[in-house]
């Protein structure tokens, strides 16, 4: 294989894995709570940001050619961990500002308006992260401490992003299947209700955002360590809405639904694309791939709102199962540990 | 108590006490006041002035989560049931404080939170039987028909430990079979020691199970008593009896 064609697979292995995790955090956010996170791409905006400042050193630097607050140099895996801790961060003034008294159509229309607000503050301020120009350089994490060639290192960071994003999907899934995703979801299907039931619907939001954010941010890092430049440009308020069709088109609420539409959406549609050859004025394709993505998400929405992989109906284990303790495999979802390990308690 | 939308004063000056292990009916025309004042009991609407005292706790203009933390359970005008959840999970949604709704709980993992889980899988499993629902335990919660999702609110009301029940008419829509059924379950429950007050307009079922009864008007207490002496006076006559 040559090295370009690794270096593809590579490249669409990296932003596979890091896609699945934003939209595992989206889908935290979105399908279990319902929490309509217009602005997710801060996220893993913040993130990214939170990565690069963190490993590109002070901005004098490579001869102060680029500005940016905040600079130093952490090791790894600190780079990482500030990312996922800005895109908690975040959540704080998100869930606080906008969430509070707001009706969540209004919620997310301010949401959505935070997220321009954003770009447009970073994009306009050249000393905050650089302006428009945005950060580059940001080193690759151990490489020069690793005696690997650049593909072996590659293969390596593709690894590593699929064991990052395999332990978060693990965290993720333990809070969704607890009783605390069930209040979650209660939220979702009526607010007033859960309140009235004594549900903290304020902080189970802060909560979901908070760890969706986390999520999100470290997908924001690792995508920055691999890529090497970050900008404005690159978490514009539409990428939102990329992993939003994703999700939708898969089924939200569904975790092998929300792979799916990973795979499909940002993976296959604006990978695949990009093989066709040039048709019309240059940059039709480019446009082409929103227009579809677009149009899929209409036609979902319209004739298939569960998406691809509808949630799951989540089936207890009967009174007589639930006396004596069963095998694993006879239960589904939901009540999928079984009850005959140790201690008649089921494994985690 | 008083509470006024724009120039419309919902509450004016509206007050009365609901005795412990009663089921105090709240009736009155359209109009009268008896859902805002179950807002405000609630939390949900904050009252302008008034107090709100729970079992000697003064609960005014705390947060709807908080009130119903101390056992003061609300269900709704219109039926409110978890669409997209079963109706067993709308049942253990509702048992407060449940080790596996933290955080830290949840992260533990099911070790640790499984064996209350199981526990109130045979509570709502009992109550689903109690009211005669067990065969539904599965259906979405959003397939049900009209009456039982006034059930599944109940049933969820239960599950959540309350000292006290505020429905607000529990009977709308209901057909006249479970009407009957309901009116039993509620007076179980009040012999069971649970404080019950219902806003409602059908006053057979009123006069069935209420003592006492609170008439509101224009948002004040017109008057209060069983409902067989309110009937006899002139000016609840005049109020809700005629219009």
Redesign the interface.
């Known amino acids: 294989m040559s090295a370009a064609t690794q270096f593809y697979i590579i490249s669409l292995l990296v932003f596979a894995a890091v896609d699945l995790l934003a939209a595992y955090g989206l889908n935290l956010q979105f399908g279990v709570a319902g929490l309509l996170s217009f602005a997710f791409i801060l996220f893993q905006s913040a993130g990214a940001y939170a990565a690069s400042v963190t490993s590109l050193g002070p901005d004098t630097a490579n001869g102060g050619f680029q500005h940016y607050i905040l600079g130093s140099t952490l090791p790894f895996p600190l780079p990482l961990v500030c990312a996922a801790l800005a895109g908690a961060l975040l959540a704080l003034p998100i869930g606080l500002v906008t969430l509070r008294r707001l009706r969540s159509d209004y919620q997310a229309i301010a949401l959505l308006v935070m997220s321009i607000i954003a770009t447009d503050l970073v994009t306009n301020d050249q000393h905050l992260l650089n302006g428009a120009a945005g950060l580059s350089l940001i080193p690759a994490p151990l490489q020069n401490r690793l005696a690997l060639t650049q593909v072996g290192y590659q293969w390596l960071f593709v690894l590593f992003c699929i064991v990052v994003t395999a332990a978060c999907y693990l965290v993720m899934r333990r809070l969704t299947k607890a009783p605390l995703g069930r209040a979650m979801r209660a939220m979702r299907d009526n607010e007033q209700a859960a309140l009235s039931l004594g549900k903290n619907v304020v902080w189970l939001r802060i909560i979901t955002f908070a760890v969706g954010g986390a999520m999100a941010g470290l997908s924001g890092g690792l995508l920055v360590e691999f890529v090497g430049a970050w900008a404005p440009s690159g978490w514009l308020y539409p990428e939102t809405f990329v992993l939003f069709t994703a999700i939708i088109i898969g089924g939200t609420g569904n975790d092998v639904g929300v792979l799916a539409g990973v795979l499909l959406v940002p993976v296959v549609i604006a990978e695949a694309t990009q093989f066709l050859p040039s048709i019309g004025r240059p940059g039709l394709i480019a446009a082409l791939q929103w227009i579809l993505i677009g149009v899929l998400l209409i036609v979902f929405l319209w004739l298939r709102p569960q998406g691809i992989f509808p949630e799951r109906k989540r089936r207890f284990p009967s009174a007589e199962e639930l006396s004596r303790g069963v095998p694993r495999r006879r239960l589904s979802i939901g009540a999928s540990a079984a009850l005959n390990g140790r201690q008649g308690a089921p494994r985690g | 108590m008083a509470r006024s939308f724009g120039g419309v004063n919902a509450l004016a000056g509206a007050t009365f006490d609901v005795p412990a292990g009663s089921i105090t009916g709240l009736i009155g025309p359209n109009g009268a006041g008896k859902s805002t004042m179950i807002g405000v009991i609630?939390g949900?609407i904050r009252p302008q002035s008034g107090r709100v005292a729970f079992f000697g706790t003064d609960i005014t203009g705390w947060?709807?989560?908080?009130v119903?933390?101390q056992g003061l359970?609300?269900?709704?005008q219109l039926s409110?049931?978890?669409?997209?959840?079963?109706v067993?999970?709308n049942l253990?949604?509702?048992a407060?404080g449940?080790?596996?709704?933290?955080?830290r709980?949840?992260?533990?993992?099911?070790?640790?939170?499984?064996?209350e889980?199981?526990d109130l899988?045979?509570q709502a499993?009992d109550v689903l039987a109690r009211f005669g629902m067990s065969d539904k335990e599965?259906e979405?919660a959003a397939n049900l028909s009209g009456g039982q999702k006034r059930l599944v609110e109940i049933m969820?009301g239960l599950m959540?430990q309350p000292k006290l029940l505020l429905l607000d008419e529990p009977l709308a829509g209901v057909n006249p079979t479970l009407a009957r059924q309901i009116l039993n379950y509620l007076s179980a429950l009040r012999d069971a020691g649970v404080t019950i007050v219902m806003a409602e307009h059908d006053l057979g079922a009123v006069g069935r199970v209420c003592e006492p009864v609170v008439v509101m008007a224009r948002g004040s207490v017109l008057a209060s008593g069983s409902l067989t002496t309110l009937r006899a006076r002139k000016e609840v006559q005049d109020a809700y009896f005629i219009g």
């Open positions: 609630a949900a947060a709807p989560h908080r119903a933390q359970i609300r269900t709704y409110s049931e978890f669409g997209k959840m079963t067993l999970e253990l949604v509702a407060p449940q080790r596996g709704e933290s955080v709980g949840a992260l533990l993992g099911r070790r640790y939170w499984w064996p889980e199981a899988i045979s499993r599965d979405y969820r959540a």
